[in-house]
Structure formats: structure tokens, C-alpha cells
């Protein structure tokens, strides 16, 4: 079978429509994948910031809890006088 112009002419206009459909799902595909990605960006910020706070409380608890006389006393520590002296 041989096609005739009005075939020709309904598969170009098919076509047509299916490339700017697809075209159209393009941006909005584009859209949503990047929202996606800002919503783990800002997902993973807020853990690291909560690791981060958890680490700072972790560190100050372990301060609150030692034993305050096996810290170094400031007195304790020789002064630069002292560990350079030639006598």
C-alpha cells in the first residue's frame, strides 16, 4: 500500500504532537527531579546540623561528668621561663 498525502500528512501531525508533548514534560520532569533534589539537600543538611548538636552536647555532657581532679590544674602547667631556662 502506498500512502497517501493525507497519511503522510496525519502521521507528521502525530508526530508533532508526540515531540511537543514531550517536549512540554521535559521542563516539568526537570522541575520536580530538582525539587526532589532540594528536598535531600536540605534533608541531609538537617541531619548533619542535628549530628553536629548531638556531638556538641555529647561533648559537653563528657565535660560536666569528669572527674574535676584528674583535669590539669592551669597551675600545674610549667611556664615558658621554666621549661627554657639554662639553669
Given at each position: 500500500?502506498?500512502a497517501?498525502?493525507?497519511?503522510?500528512?496525519?502521521?507528521?501531525?502525530?508526530?508533532?504532537?508526540?515531540?511537543?508533548?514531550?517536549?512540554?514534560?521535559?521542563?516539568?520532569?526537570?522541575?520536580?527531579?530538582?525539587?526532589?533534589?532540594?528536598?535531600?539537600?536540605?534533608?541531609?543538611?538537617?541531619?548533619?546540623?542535628?549530628?553536629?548538636?548531638?556531638?556538641?552536647?555529647d561533648?559537653?555532657?563528657?565535660?560536666?561528668?569528669?572527674?574535676?581532679?584528674?583535669?590539669?590544674?592551669?597551675?600545674?602547667k610549667?611556664?615558658?621561663?621554666?621549661?627554657?631556662?639554662?639553669?
Amino acid at each position: 500500500m502506498v500512502a497517501t498525502p493525507k497519511d503522510i500528512a496525519q502521521a507528521a501531525t502525530a508526530a508533532t504532537l508526540l515531540m511537543w508533548q514531550m517536549s512540554m514534560a521535559e521542563p516539568a520532569t526537570f522541575r520536580r527531579d530538582m525539587d526532589q533534589s532540594r528536598r535531600a539537600i536540605r534533608a541531609s543538611r538537617e541531619l548533619l546540623e542535628r549530628l553536629r548538636q548531638r556531638h556538641r552536647n555529647d561533648m559537653a555532657q563528657s565535660w560536666e561528668d569528669a572527674n574535676p581532679a584528674t583535669l590539669p590544674s592551669p597551675r600545674s602547667k610549667p611556664t615558658f621561663s621554666a621549661l627554657h631556662s639554662d639553669a
